[in-house]
């Protein structure tokens, strides 16, 4: 069985700041990691994913992610928040064993607050 | 490109009344599609998925039942609204094989 766990409920962040929202995760196999983000009343959107190759990787928004396998975490970043970046995030997970669903695991969300 | 709609897009039903929620996908063919509830603006829990058309999966027992007619429809119903099935639903569709899933705009689904 796979899971995610993303154990901060929020996180607050002054507009400027570095910010990280942390995710880890638990597959059997070979992980594919996703971010998504949500704004109130909207559908989620797709921010990046790993697969393979390069552990970091680059997304929308200005967004980035580190994969990190032996501590089984695939935390998001970004070097400056902005307002704008107040939002839901959801971290995702499924393993690399295939299965026509393509079904995905997903973190319960963690609110972030910019703060101008 | 391809594009995912849902309507309608908030409804507000009375206890035991019929459900039809609709979600189409355009620019793709043979798509994965799944259906999610979100409660309380926090986590999803997948409720149904099809890989292909007559083909649903259903991962959680429940008040609710999907139908895919076509390639690129899909359906979610009830035939009598409990207020337990409130919630934002949200459509998603992925390429088979991709892992990626592509959201719609929800529908928020209010029963009193």
């Known amino acids: 069985a796979q899971s995610v766990a993303q154990p901060e409920d929020q996180v607050n962040v002054a507009e400027g700041n570095p910010l990280t929202v942390k995710c880890t995760y638990s597959?059997?196999?070979?992980?594919?990691l996703f971010w998504y983000v949500q704004y109130p009343n909207r559908g989620l959107q797709f921010l990046l994913k790993?697969?393979?190759?390069?552990?970091l990787v680059k997304g929308s928004y200005g967004f980035e992610a580190e994969f990190n396998k032996s501590q089984t975490s695939f935390h998001l970043k970004k070097p400056s928040a902005l307002v704008s970046d107040s939002a839901l995030y959801f971290c995702?997970?499924?393993?690399?064993?295939?299965?026509?669903?393509?079904?995905?695991?997903f973190g319960k969300g963690t609110h972030l607050i910019i703060q101008p | 490109s391809q594009t995912i709609h849902q309507w309608p897009a908030t409804l507000v039903q009375p206890v035991g009344s019929p459900l039809s929620l609709e979600c189409t996908v355009e620019g793709t063919s043979n798509p994965n599609l799944y259906w999610y509830r979100q409660a309380a603006g926090r986590g999803l829990q997948l409720l149904f998925y099809s890989v292909g058309i007559g083909q649903i999966s259903s991962e959680v027992p429940q008040n609710l039942s999907a139908s895919r007619p076509q390639d690129r429809q899909f359906i979610l119903s009830s035939k009598k609204l409990l207020l337990s099935d409130s919630g934002f639903y949200l459509c998603?569709?992925?390429?088979?094989?991709?892992?990626?899933?592509?959201f719609g705009p929800g529908t928020r689904l209010l029963v009193l």
């Open positions: 790993y697969i393979t190759g390069d552990n």
């Open positions: 998603a569709w992925s390429v088979r094989g991709s892992g990626t899933q592509y």
């Open positions: 597959v059997s196999g070979n992980p594919y």
């Open positions: 995702a997970v499924r393993d690399d064993t295939g299965g026509g669903a393509d079904g995905l695991t």
